[in-house]
């Protein structure tokens, strides 16, 4: 009797009982479970980015900064420099038109390459991945950047050029 | 030993089978709503969008909270019964 139960069974499977359904059957289960850990994780990521702007906002640039003399740079012209605070950011410092002058961050908010205005074309340019800014007020013109160029205020003094943080009421 | 469960699953035996693939479904239907949550408020909250922020919070909370729920629902596994050789049918 026994004899013939191992002719019929292989060694193998008789070493290891367990039905194809049943362990099927198992990893579904377990993959649901992980998608249930998975949704949690994403909620308590999500709950991160809560905590991180109510609690670590993003500094402020604090007072005014020199950046050049007007006289060096001409219109239609950009001038890139760098604030020193928590961490070194680059920004460039456009001439626009006479008494027009914009500051933004350097850094496209795409996948943060050095931006760049394009006096011909009147837009700043992304080299990148062809992103374009509106010179005037940061906006995306075109291309895949999520977000407008964080913007600086440009305070002209005599002959001197300063920038401090943008007032928050202009931010819509 | 025959009860009313086992002879349901003998009666349906796609049933526990349906319901799992449901499952998994409204899971990964949860799961992609809050990718698309955190991808949002990633673009658009890291800078000064509080409100954006909290809403998808909310929401991320409230899909994972039903994600858990509907665990619940999941079928028990399928075992086979013990002091019984396991059946070889389908092997
Ligand atoms: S990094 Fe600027 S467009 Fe991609």
Redesign the pocket.
């Known amino acids: 009797m026994k004899d013939e139960k191992y002719e019929k069974i292989p060694n193998w499977k008789s070493d290891f009982p367990i039905e194809r359904k049943e362990a099927t059957h198992v990893s579904r289960r377990e993959f649901a479970k992980y998608l249930g850990l998975l949704s949690g994780a994403l909620a308590i990521g999500n709950g991160g980015i809560v905590i991180k702007s109510l609690y670590f906002p993003a500094e402020e640039l604090k007072g005014e900064h020199y950046v050049c003399n007007q006289s060096d740079v001409p219109v239609g012209e950009m001038f890139q420099f760098s604030i020193e605070g928590s961490e070194i950011i680059p920004y460039i410092l456009i001439h626009l038109e006479e008494n027009e002058w914009r500051a933004y961050e350097q850094k ?6 050095a ?1 760049r205005y394009r006096a011909d074309l009147d837009k700043i340019e ?1 080299p ?4 374009y800014f509106n010179p005037r007020t940061g906006d995306v013109l075109q ?3 999520p977000r407008p160029l964080p913007q600086l205020e440009v305070v002209l003094k005599e002959n001197q050029v300063f920038v401090k943080a943008k007032e928050p009421n202009k931010i819509v | 030993m025959s009860d009313y469960r086992r002879s349901q699953n003998e009666a349906h035996p796609n049933k526990t089978n349906t319901l799992m693939t449901g499952i998994i479904l409204l899971l990964i239907l949860f799961v992609s709503i809050q990718i698309w949550f955190l991808f949002g408020a990633l673009n658009n909250a890291l800078r000064e969008n509080l409100a954006f922020a909290i809403t998808t919070f909310v929401g991320s909370f409230i899909l994972a909270l039903a994600s858990f729920w509907v665990l619940r629902y999941l079928p028990d596994p399928i075992r086979s019964e013990k002091g019984k050789a396991p059946e070889r049918k389908d092997l």
């Open positions: 496209c908010t795409h996948l943060a390459c931006v992304c990148c991945h062809k992103g291309g895949p950047p």
